[in-house]
């Protein structure tokens, strides 16, 4: 078995999973109930410091050395893209749209919309100003993607780990009080991806203990 992932079915667990399924890697999954806390487990937490999944280690890394973890998924596509070499550009220009799309999800896209996820599902007090906050920006970041996809299929040219991040923060639209109607463009691109095999494999993946 090469490559470990310590997953849950959220939003940056399902990143990887794309990924694998897209790669056809040989993965196996350890499931991090983190409704359980899991996260918080000694041995979980050596290989993810920040007690977030998810995480892998890599039992074959390509320089033939000992087991790699890595832990924070931008850096997991980023690892297994270049493990692999797939999903993500040589040419140094198409390489560094893709990063900057990726690094975009990974500082922007994913906290908003997962502090939005917060305040309008789970909060046990009901914050107008939060909420409204949240709601905003995560309809201003569906706009800055719907302007990038206005002229293109995928976020930076060719199908890429830029795509794979953002997706799944994208499947909870309805949740986040977003209409996809609002962004054509986006909404063309969100249904090219969830078209794709590899992507409907990963989303249908049960754990025997999840909730």
């Known amino acids: 078995m090469t490559i470990e992932l310590y997953y849950w079915p959220t939003p940056n667990g399902h990143k990887i999973t794309i990924f694998l399924e897209e790669a056809g890697l040989d993965y196996q999954i350890f499931p991090i109930n983190i409704q359980a806390g899991d996260q918080f487990k000694p041995d979980f937490l050596k290989i993810a410091p920040n007690n977030r999944m998810p995480a892998i280690i890599d039992r074959a890394p390509t320089d033939g050395g000992t087991p790699i973890s890595i832990f924070e998924s931008g850096a997991i596509l980023q690892y297994l893209a270049e493990k692999t070499g797939k999903f993500i550009p040589t040419d140094l220009r198409q390489r560094k749209a893709v990063m900057e799309w990726l690094f975009w999800q990974v500082g922007g896209l994913g906290p908003m919309a997962g502090q939005n996820h917060h305040f309008v599902q789970y ?16 309809a201003r970041l569906y706009g800055v993607l719907d302007r990038q996809l206005a002229d293109k299929d995928y976020l930076a040219g060719e199908y890429s780990i830029a795509d794979m ?7 909870g639209y309805a949740k986040q009080q977003q209409n996809l109607a609002d962004f054509p463009h986006l909404h063309r ?5 969830g078209d794709r095999e590899a992507v409907k494999r990963a989303y249908a993946i049960e754990l025997p203990t999840q909730h």
């Open 189 to 193: 691109w969100f249904d090219r991806i």
């Open 123 to 138: 909060a046990p007090e009901k914050i107008p100003y939060a909420i409204e906050r949240y709601v905003k920006e995560t």
């Open 165 to 171: 991040a953002c997706y799944p923060w994208i499947t």
